[in-house]
């Protein structure tokens, strides 16, 4: 069970085995944890859907560990499975390869997949207690792929130290760095946070972005004021002195801008997040393509979390709406949530991203590369309001 004290699994290192059926990567896995976290069997294909596991590892710190279907499996589930392998590499940070059998084509394939997508990748040789000839097997690994593999036995616990700092060596310097507000505040400032607490809201509780914000703000010593939105008034009385810098909200962006004191720097979370999790400079170039829609253009909207539709929903029903009132019933939009984001994008005229605080940079960024490969415009939901209103080029970043 998720606590207020666990680290968000968006802000985890995320560690992709990948492998053929039963090729040892639930076994691998476990050992690795020094727990059970995957079903082991003999029987190929026990791992159907991608499973995750967060972890606290020394040396590694917060982590995802990820055990994939088979890369090798068949038939028409076969298929559906292998694709959902292939959109848990999006979200890998580092992945490692198992290698196993006589035909070691597939794991090569792969090892070039994750290297040309610029992914750190491990190859290992599993099942190292079962090899006739380790020696050789090693040679032919390190043949095809130009790099020696490490041997590993679930079985004996043999080689997980190695892997573990194998791991530490590759995992990206900066990964916690934090920086969701970036330069915009330090220590002694004064902040307020305008959280509009709609029916979007989680009873009872914050949304994910507010609270790392609150907590990355409460790190560097700010000084924080948190209020609704009708609040905002009475709290901005309540200071000596005007924040430095305002919080709010995407849908919230017009009112606050016209109540804000004028010294005050205003943002919003969504536009602190596409800087964040994504790229904050395109998704702002890809405002612009808004102002060339007509009636007959195509938006695809693309949601990571997964929830029920509600009439206040700011993707499913307050952008839509901004955007039909300004170019007509006619202007077709399409919607998608969690990891259904489409591979072709280039029927659309503008894809229009929400904060990504469920997934991790790595997916977010996948996307983001995925819409500038194609020449597809892509902005996000805090950037889309405030070009709307008129206000972009008064947000600071």
């Known amino acids: 069970m998720t606590t207020l004290n666990d680290t968000p699994s968006a802000n ?4 992709g085995f990948y492998g053929k059926r039963n090729s040892g990567k639930s076994s691998l896995i476990n050992a690795f944890a020094g727990q059970d976290v995957s079903i082991v069997s003999e029987i190929a294909g026990t791992t159907t859907d991608p ?3 967060a972890m606290e590892i020394h040396g590694l710190g917060a982590c995802v560990l990820i055990d994939t279907a088979g890369f090798d ?3 028409e589930l076969g298929k559906i499975r292998v694709e959902k392998t292939e959109k848990a590499a999006e979200k890998t940070d580092i992945a490692v ?4 059998g006589d035909d070691i084509t597939l794991e090569c394939m792969w090892y070039e997949f994750f290297r040309d997508k610029n992914i750190p990748v491990i190859p290992v040789v599993s099942k190292a207690d079962m090899l006739i000839n380790g020696a050789a097997y090693v040679f032919k690994v390190r043949n095809k792929i130009g790099e020696k593999p490490i041997q590993v036995s679930a079985v004996e616990k043999s080689g997980l130290e190695k892997l573990k700092n194998e791991l530490v060596r590759l995992m990206p310097t900066d990964y916690d760095a934090p920086t969701i507000t970036g330069s915009l505040c330090a220590e002694g400032d004064s902040v307020l946070l305008v959280m509009p607490q709609d029916i979007q809201a989680p009873k009872g509780r914050l949304i994910l972005p507010q609270v790392q914000t609150i907590r990355e703000l409460l790190d560097k010593k700010c000084l924080v004021t948190c209020c609704t939105a009708d609040k905002m008034t009475d709290s901005l009385n309540s200071l000596k002195q005007p924040p430095k810098l305002i919080i709010t909200d995407s849908q919230a962006f017009k ?5 804000k004191p004028e010294s005050s720097m205003l ?7 596409a800087a964040y999790k994504g790229d904050l400079d395109y998704y702002i170039e890809g405002a612009k393509a808004i102002d060339k829609l007509t009636k007959t253009s195509r938006v695809l909207i693309a949601e990571c979390c997964t929830h029920a539709p509600l009439s206040e929903d700011i993707g499913r029903e307050k952008i839509p709406k901004m955007l039909r009132e300004r170019f007509g019933e006619g202007l077709a939009i399409d919607m998608v949530s969690g990891t259904d984001f489409p591979d072709n994008l280039k029927p659309y005229d503008l894809i229009i991203q929400c904060g990504g605080c469920m997934f991790n940079r ?3 960024m996948n996307r983001t ?3 500038k490969e194609q020449n597809v415009p892509m902005t996000n939901y805090g950037v889309t309001i405030a070009h709307i209103t008129g206000i972009l080029d008064k947000i600071s970043r």
């Open 362 to 364: 790595k997916y977010i």
């Open 255 to 259: 009112f606050v801008y016209e109540n």
């Open 97 to 100: 390869i198992l290698f196993s």
């Open 12 to 15: 985890r290192l995320h560690i």
């Open 51 to 53: 499973v995750n596991k």
């Open 73 to 75: 499996d068949i038939g």
């Open 369 to 371: 590369d995925k819409a």
């Open 267 to 273: 943002t919003s979370f969504s536009v602190l997040f």
